[in-house]
């Protein structure tokens, strides 16, 4: 059996983020030949294109964690209708130099948490329209805008209700097949 290699990105660097716990709880909804590791972009320099020929260690290390993965898995909020400006800046960073973009390739999936009803819907969409221009296949369907509540984790940081851990679990058994269609 394939061992696949997913790296997480988190959109929010708050320490009680929604989507941190979110990705966290939906990782656990894989099967076992998936791993998972979060890739912390929070210490990323700002992007400026004078840094291309020499990358802050940050940058590199964050490129060579996306180079070991077979996939990526994107669970963000969203600011002001579209993805958080630490997320855009770590995608700036690793698609940078031309030529030397670390996303290519990988095929992904977008989740994002929200207390809002549809929070999330916008950050997904401009994410898509990132992705799209960096060669990152992206799973389009089903998509997922979680709308969290009290009790949506139970103690354990495991999805409480039934119908939603089955709606996730669905959502995951699609993501898995997508990047076993396109993992490289």
Same mark, same amino acid.
């Given at each position: 059996?394939?061992?696949?290699?997913?790296?997480?990105?988190?959109?929010?660097?708050?320490?009680?983020?929604?989507?941190?716990?979110?990705?966290?709880?939906?990782?656990?909804?894989?099967?076992?030949?998936?791993?998972?590791?979060?890739?912390?972009?929070? /210490?990323?320099? *700002?992007?400026?294109?004078? !840094?291309?020929?020499?990358? +802050?260690?940050?940058?590199? $290390? &964050?490129?060579?964690? @996306?180079?070991?993965?077979?996939?990526?898995?994107?669970?963000?909020?969203?600011?002001?209708?579209?993805?958080?400006?630490?997320?855009?800046?770590?995608?700036?960073?690793?698609?940078?130099?031309?030529?030397?973009?670390?996303?290519?390739?990988?095929? /992904?999936?977008? *989740?994002?948490?929200?207390? !809002?009803?549809?929070?999330? +819907?916008?950050?997904?969409? $401009? &994410?898509?329209?990132? @992705?799209?221009?960096?060669?990152?296949?992206?799973?389009?369907?089903?998509?997922?805008?979680?709308?969290?509540?009290?009790?949506?984790?139970?103690?354990?940081?495991?999805?409480?209700?039934?119908?939603?851990?089955?709606?996730?679990?669905?959502?995951?058994?699609?993501?898995?097949?997508?990047?076993?269609?396109?993992?490289?």
């Amino acid at each position: 059996m394939n061992q696949y290699r997913i790296a997480v990105i988190v959109g929010s660097l708050r320490r009680d983020s929604l989507n941190r716990k979110l990705a966290d709880a939906v990782t656990r909804l894989a099967p076992a030949n998936f791993s998972f590791s979060r890739v912390e972009i929070g /210490a990323l320099p *700002l992007y400026n294109q004078d !840094g291309d020929a020499s990358q +802050a260690e940050s940058v590199k $290390h &964050l490129k060579s964690q @996306l180079s070991a993965a077979q996939g990526l898995l994107f669970v963000t909020p969203e600011y002001n209708r579209s993805i958080p400006g630490v997320l855009k800046n770590a995608i700036d960073n690793a698609s940078r130099p031309y030529g030397q973009n670390a996303w290519a390739g990988k095929p /992904a999936g977008i *989740l994002s948490a929200s207390i !809002g009803a549809i929070g999330g +819907a916008m950050a997904q969409q $401009h &994410l898509r329209n990132i @992705l799209v221009f960096l060669d990152v296949p992206t799973l389009g369907s089903p998509e997922a805008f979680i709308q969290i509540k009290d009790g949506f984790f139970d103690e354990a940081g495991n999805i409480a209700n039934p119908d939603t851990r089955k709606f996730l679990q669905g959502w995951m058994d699609h993501y898995v097949a997508w990047v076993k269609r396109h993992a490289a």
